[in-house]
């Protein structure tokens, strides 16, 4: 039983690998915009990562928990580095530049703050007593100190700008808190303060932020700008119709109306040619993934293994659920992308390692 | 029990995507798939008008015409034949040539390629009624840039054209496309971004006849900002008149403010030649005229100031303690160092500070100069502002350039006691743009106080916040007084070089210089001082090329001050 779901993990895994690299192609295919290039990219970078997929999944998932603080300062200061040091591309700053390697440490920061905070979590130690005192304390250790690591990520990544990966670091951290046994009543109270704060955060966003939130409210506002993507991404995946147009014969895709295409974009272009059919065996192969993954961590006692496997499944649904919403008009335009089928490797390395963590701790469970 | 909570809540999501896609692909699918398929989306950018540009006296210098242009959208065209010998036909343009255009332009099936600019209204008519028979065929709005007053202001304005290959790359990520109009040169170049208007669209659904079947969506076209400059247009009508086939440049600026009232060059050119195509061959020979009508020398054009450079030797001598108002120096005419002869005008005789300077005494400064040395008097020079941009809102403003010690020596060049007698009366490589000289002398008048010279006013309707910045150089303020008297003797002494300018009503100062300038060819004359009126206190330059004596620059600002107190501006 025990290797039946590592094995079905390791399957969906590749099966989406794949989907992704057969659909980059042809996002890439005859095409100006995107070169080639990103493909041959891609599937070389996917063998790569499969053999580390392997090695991370042998690596004992204890080592995560004995890095996490390390990991979590390094990301910090690769943030930091980020925001004062490099060049803007695509209007953003989230790129780091090492040499040949670039690197965007946002994506990474998920992870180190998954591990960084279930570690955090797994020891706090629960307060018995009832006074007014223990409760703040309470509090402070189970509420405001984790909130205080999360935040210093947010406020870096929101500085870049990345909205969208912003909002999904206070996800991650609702998700564990929540996870932690934390009472009802502080969770909800939590989520009722942090939506008070919400107006604020309207006025300190930058301007196409506030356009493509607007724009998702009504696509007809900008049609040559942050509308053109919506109305154009709609129509590439609803004109797939049931069975879509085909592989290589997007109408959509192959004359350049879609921007972003091979990456944040590229559901798009699976809708088109491969229809409803197609999508849903995406969807569901995602689904099947994250049961399987579900499985794992309910079958795991270790806490530290709970809280980051539930945070890398909360990452990993949560992805892959805005991404296809924002492709269809669901959700407003944000730096989502669709794990393992996106072209980037930051975002798919990270995964990378997530499944392997999840991998290893299927393998460990038995020793406790 | 959590973990189960949370595997139903992403059941529930996933269930809501997969019902979401299930409703956009299979529902609306065919929708889409008719938009897709028969490509029936229309693009159709909408062209901002630019705003408009007005002197100070709100006499508007610039508009935008309307004109239209011919366009068709490949992707729509049914039968491209047909289409082309009815254009062809109805717009008298050869068949080929059209086809040419089509094809160059060509760069995706949706975008509308403009086959006719500016067409006239009695082909446009033509066009127009039988436009329903040929689908992909359109007629749209667009502006033409005018300038109103012709050659008036052509260097502060500028003018517009089409982005280039080498600004497009830089200004991409403003939102210019290939068809955007930008502005070169000039205010239109330098205040582009509030000139130019936000571009806007509509995407329109259409049918098979190319006919509208509804809006998908609109965005309005936004105009640029109107603004407002410093200029007086009719100022610079005189200024141009008094120009007449006079090479050079004349700047007047408000000596309080920093507003440059007029700024004018010979030659100069008419901006309408870069935007309506009839004037093509008048382009063409004002870019191939050797002296060079598009340059604006007065902000980048560098030159030797002669002795206006003495004013600032002037202050470094004073500054560095080296002379007092009364120490005099003997000109008997000529000065000789290591066996070469420098001279004078006159035979001068005893010179103080103020004879010195109202005489423009060459053999005073070679001594003063001598006397304080190259390095202060390249300190001081740079203290006035001198061979460093002022940060006029022009652009390519030049620098020019101070010489000093240590760079020649780094550069293995022996620094000569010739190099520094030259230097002490602005010869050699002192090198200004005219611009500079009006700003230092802008700095003396206000006691030190340095102005910034600009040419904007407001920007829609908003006044444009100079910073009155009291920024000081550091001269005190006696010095100060000495040279003001001394450049107000220039004027005042019969003997003074810029007696002409002796105008009644006027408090006219300043310092006259005659640069050489080859060996072949007229010196530059240089006139640049400041004048106190109960109306305005301006500082005034002039510079003529290769003009000869400095009595004729003189001569041109009289003419311009006579004028001024004419117009009632002074």
């Given at each position: 039983?025990?290797?039946?779901?590592?094995?079905?993990?390791?399957?969906?895994?590749?099966?989406?690998?794949?989907?992704?690299?057969?659909?980059?192609?042809?996002?890439?295919?005859?095409?100006?915009?995107?070169?080639?290039?990103?493909?041959?990219?891609?599937?070389?970078?996917?063998?790569?990562?499969?053999?580390?997929?392997?090695?991370?999944?042998?690596?004992?998932?204890?080592?995560?928990?004995?890095?996490?603080?390390?990991?979590?300062?390094?990301?910090?200061?690769?943030?930091?580095?980020?925001?004062?040091?490099?060049?803007?591309?695509?209007?953003?700053?989230?790129?780091?530049?090492?040499?040949?390697?670039?690197?965007?440490?946002?994506?990474?920061?998920?992870?180190?703050?998954?591990?960084?905070?279930?570690?955090?979590?797994?020891?706090?130690?629960?307060?018995?007593?009832?006074?007014?005192?223990?409760?703040?304390?309470?509090?402070?250790?189970?509420?405001?100190?984790?909130?205080?690591?999360?935040?210093?990520?947010?406020?870096?990544?929101?500085?870049?700008?990345?909205?969208?990966?912003?909002?999904?670091?206070?996800?991650?951290?609702?998700?564990?808190?929540?996870?932690?046994?934390?009472?009802?009543?502080?969770?909800?109270?939590?989520?009722?303060?942090?939506?008070?704060?919400?107006?604020?955060?309207?006025?300190?966003?930058?301007?196409?932020?506030?356009?493509?939130?607007?724009?998702?409210?009504?696509?007809?506002?900008?049609?040559?700008?942050?509308?053109?993507?919506?109305?154009?991404?709609?129509?590439?995946?609803?004109?797939?119709?049931?069975?879509?147009?085909?592989?290589?014969s997007g109408t959509q895709n192959q004359l350049n109306f879609l921007p972003e295409r091979h990456t944040d974009f590229i559901f798009s272009v699976i809708g088109e040619e491969w229809g409803l059919v197609g999508t849903l065996i995406v969807l569901y192969c995602f689904f099947c993934l994250i049961y399987n993954l579900i499985s794992v961590v309910q079958k795991t006692k270790d806490r530290f293994g709970v809280l980051a496997g539930v945070g890398i499944i909360a990452i990993l649904s949560l992805q892959v659920v805005i991404n296809i919403g924002m492709v269809i008009g669901m959700f407003p335009i944000v730096g989502i992308t669709l794990p393992f089928i996106s072209y980037g490797r930051s975002s798919f390395l990270v995964f990378i390692i997530a499944i392997g963590f999840i991998l290893s701790l299927s393998k460990r469970r038995s020793f406790f | 029990m959590r973990i189960k909570i949370i595997k139903i809540f992403i059941t529930i999501l996933f269930l809501i995507i997969a019902f979401n896609l299930a409703y956009v692909q299979g529902m609306r699918g065919k929708y889409y798939h008719?938009?897709?398929?028969?490509?029936?989306?229309?693009?159709?950018?909408?062209?901002?008008?630019?705003?408009?540009?007005?002197?100070?006296?709100?006499?508007?210098?610039?508009?935008?015409?309307?004109?239209?242009?011919?366009?068709?959208?490949?992707?729509?065209?049914?039968?491209?034949?047909?289409?082309?010998?009815?254009?062809?036909?109805?717009?008298?343009?050869?068949?080929?040539?059209?086809?040419?255009?089509?094809?160059?332009?060509?760069?995706?099936?949706?975008?509308?390629?403009?086959?006719?600019?500016?067409?006239?209204?009695?082909?446009?008519?033509?066009?127009?009624?039988?436009?329903?028979?040929?689908?992909?065929?359109?007629?749209?709005?667009?502006?033409?840039?005018?300038?109103?007053?012709?050659?008036?202001?052509?260097?502060?304005?500028?003018?517009?054209?089409?982005?280039?290959?080498?600004?497009?790359?830089?200004?991409?990520?403003?939102?210019?496309?290939?068809?955007?109009?930008?502005?070169?040169?000039?205010?239109?170049?330098?205040?582009?971004?509030?000139?130019?208007?936000?571009?806007?669209?509509?995407?329109?659904?259409?049918?098979?006849?190319?006919?509208?079947?509804?809006?998908?969506?609109?965005?309005?076209?936004?105009?640029?900002?109107?603004?407002?400059?410093?200029?007086?247009?009719?100022?610079?009508?005189?200024?141009?008149?008094?120009?007449?086939?006079?090479?050079?440049?004349?700047?007047?600026?408000?000596?309080?403010?920093?507003?440059?009232?007029?700024?004018?060059?010979?030659?100069?050119?008419?901006?309408?030649?870069?935007?309506?195509?009839?004037?093509?061959?008048?382009?063409?020979?004002?870019?191939?005229?050797?002296?060079?009508?598009?340059?604006?020398?007065?902000?980048?054009?560098?030159?030797?100031?002669?002795?206006?450079?003495?004013?600032?030797?002037?202050?470094?001598?004073?500054?560095?303690?080296?002379?007092?108002?009364?120490?005099?120096?003997?000109?008997?005419?000529?000065?000789?160092?290591?066996?070469?002869?420098?001279?004078?005008?006159?035979?001068?005789?005893?010179?103080?500070?103020?004879?010195?300077?109202?005489?423009?005494?060459?053999?005073?400064?070679?001594?003063?100069?001598?006397?304080?040395?190259?390095?202060?008097?390249?300190?001081?020079?740079?203290?006035?502002?001198?061979?460093?941009?002022?940060?006029?809102?022009?652009?390519?403003?030049?620098?020019?350039?101070?010489?000093?010690?240590?760079?020649?020596?780094?550069?293995?060049?022996?620094?000569?006691?010739?190099?520094?007698?030259?230097?002490?009366?602005?010869?050699?490589?002192?090198?200004?743009?005219?611009?500079?000289?009006?700003?230092?002398?802008?700095?003396?008048?206000?006691?030190?106080?340095?102005?910034?010279?600009?040419?904007?006013?407001?920007?829609?309707?908003?006044?444009?916040?100079?910073?009155?910045?009291?920024?000081?150089?550091?001269?005190?303020?006696?010095?100060?007084?000495?040279?003001?008297?001394?450049?107000?003797?220039?004027?005042?002494?019969?003997?003074?070089?810029?007696?002409?300018?002796?105008?009644?009503?006027?408090?006219?100062?300043?310092?006259?210089?005659?640069?050489?300038?080859?060996?072949?060819?007229?010196?530059?004359?240089?006139?640049?001082?400041?004048?106190?009126?109960?109306?305005?206190?301006?500082?005034?330059?002039?510079?003529?090329?290769?003009?000869?004596?400095?009595?004729?620059?003189?001569?041109?600002?009289?003419?311009?001050?006579?004028?001024?107190?004419?117009?009632?501006?002074?």
């Amino acid at each position: 039983m025990n290797i039946n779901i590592t094995t079905k993990i390791w399957i969906y895994t590749i099966l989406i690998i794949v989907v992704g690299l057969v659909a980059l192609y042809s996002a890439s295919y005859n095409n100006v915009r995107v070169e080639q290039k990103v493909f041959y990219d891609q599937l070389y970078f996917s063998m790569f990562g499969l053999g580390l997929l392997f090695l991370v999944s042998k690596i004992d998932y204890r080592k995560f928990y004995d890095i996490a603080y390390a990991l979590y300062f390094l990301n910090l200061f690769l943030l930091l580095i980020v925001l004062f040091s490099s060049r803007h591309i695509l209007g953003a700053r989230r790129w780091l530049e090492l040499g040949i390697i670039n690197f965007q440490p946002s994506e990474l920061a998920k992870l180190s703050l998954i591990l960084v905070l279930a570690r955090y979590l797994c020891n706090v130690r629960p307060v018995v007593k009832f006074d007014i005192l223990s409760r703040a304390q309470k509090i402070f250790r189970e509420i405001l100190f984790p909130l205080l690591f999360t935040a210093l990520y947010m406020i870096f990544i929101f500085k870049q700008p990345d909205l969208g990966t912003a909002l999904l670091i206070f996800g991650i951290f609702f998700v564990m808190l929540y996870i932690s046994n934390l009472e009802i009543k502080y969770v909800f109270s939590l989520l009722i303060i942090f939506a008070s704060f919400l107006p604020f955060v309207w006025h300190i966003l930058k301007p196409y932020q506030k356009d493509r939130l607007l724009v998702f409210l009504n696509p007809n506002i900008d049609p040559l700008g942050a509308g053109y993507t919506i109305i154009q991404s709609k129509i590439a995946v609803g004109s797939g119709q049931l069975l879509g147009k085909g592989w290589l014969s997007g109408t959509q895709n192959q004359l350049n109306f879609l921007p972003e295409r091979h990456t944040d974009f590229i559901f798009s272009v699976i809708g088109e040619e491969w229809g409803l059919v197609g999508t849903l065996i995406v969807l569901y192969c995602f689904f099947c993934l994250i049961y399987n993954l579900i499985s794992v961590v309910q079958k795991t006692k270790d806490r530290f293994g709970v809280l980051a496997g539930v945070g890398i499944i909360a990452i990993l649904s949560l992805q892959v659920v805005i991404n296809i919403g924002m492709v269809i008009g669901m959700f407003p335009i944000v730096g989502i992308t669709l794990p393992f089928i996106s072209y980037g490797r930051s975002s798919f390395l990270v995964f990378i390692i997530a499944i392997g963590f999840i991998l290893s701790l299927s393998k460990r469970r038995s020793f406790f | 029990m959590r973990i189960k909570i949370i595997k139903i809540f992403i059941t529930i999501l996933f269930l809501i995507i997969a019902f979401n896609l299930a409703y956009v692909q299979g529902m609306r699918g065919k929708y889409y798939h008719k938009l897709s398929v028969f490509n029936r989306i229309r693009v159709v950018p909408l062209e901002a008008p630019r705003g408009n540009i007005s002197d100070r006296n709100n006499v508007l210098l610039t508009d935008n015409r309307v004109v239209y242009n011919v366009m068709v959208v490949p992707q729509e065209i049914k039968n491209k034949e047909k289409l082309f010998s009815f254009l062809s036909e109805a717009l008298q343009i050869d068949k080929k040539k059209l086809v040419q255009t089509y094809n160059n332009k060509k760069s995706s099936q949706f975008t509308p390629i403009v086959l006719a600019e500016d067409v006239n209204r009695g082909l446009l008519i033509k066009v127009e009624e039988e436009k329903y028979r040929f689908p992909g065929l359109l007629i749209q709005e667009s502006f033409k840039r005018q300038y109103l007053l012709g050659a008036n202001s052509a260097h502060v304005l500028g003018y517009v054209a089409k982005v280039n290959k080498s600004k497009l790359e830089k200004l991409k990520e403003y939102g210019y496309s290939p068809a955007s109009n930008v502005g070169y040169s000039g205010v239109e170049e330098y205040y582009d971004k509030y000139l130019r208007g936000e571009e806007g669209g509509v995407q329109i659904e259409i049918n098979s006849r190319g006919q509208q079947v509804r809006l998908l969506g609109l965005k309005e076209p936004v105009k640029g900002k109107n603004i407002q400059l410093t200029i007086d247009s009719s100022l610079q009508q005189v200024i141009s008149e008094s120009l007449s086939e006079i090479t050079g440049s004349v700047i007047i600026m408000d000596t309080d403010t920093g507003e440059i009232l007029g700024l004018e060059n010979y030659p100069s050119f008419d901006p309408n030649i870069f935007i309506e195509s009839q004037y093509k061959e008048e382009m063409v020979r004002v870019l191939n005229d050797l002296r060079s009508p598009l340059l604006n020398r007065a902000i980048k054009g560098v030159y030797p100031p002669g002795s206006v450079f003495k004013v600032p030797v002037a202050v470094a001598a004073l500054e560095s303690k080296k002379i007092t108002e009364n120490t005099t120096y003997l000109c008997e005419g000529f000065l000789e160092i290591g066996g070469t002869r420098f001279g004078c005008t006159h035979v001068h005789g005893n010179q103080d500070l103020f004879q010195a300077i109202a005489n423009s005494c060459n053999i005073y400064f070679y001594r003063l100069g001598l006397n304080v040395g190259a390095d202060i008097i390249s300190h001081y020079a740079k203290i006035m502002t001198l061979g460093q941009l002022t940060n006029i809102d022009l652009p390519y403003e030049a620098q020019g350039f101070i010489p000093n010690r240590q760079q020649k020596l780094f550069n293995k060049k022996k620094w000569y006691s010739g190099d520094t007698l030259n230097m002490s009366i602005g010869q050699g490589d002192v090198l200004v743009t005219p611009l500079q000289l009006v700003r230092m002398m802008a700095i003396i008048a206000n006691q030190g106080f340095v102005v910034q010279p600009h040419l904007i006013k407001s920007i829609s309707q908003k006044d444009a916040d100079y910073n009155k910045s009291k920024r000081r150089v550091a001269v005190s303020q006696k010095t100060f007084d000495l040279i003001k008297k001394g450049l107000r003797r220039t004027v005042q002494d019969l003997s003074g070089t810029a007696h002409v300018l002796d105008l009644p009503d006027l408090y006219v100062a300043g310092k006259t210089g005659t640069a050489q300038a080859g060996e072949a060819k007229e010196s530059h004359s240089w006139f640049v001082g400041y004048v106190d009126s109960k109306k305005k206190n301006i500082t005034i330059g002039v510079f003529l090329e290769h003009g000869g004596s400095s009595q004729n620059a003189c001569l041109v600002a009289r003419q311009i001050l006579m004028r001024m107190q004419e117009m009632q501006i002074l």
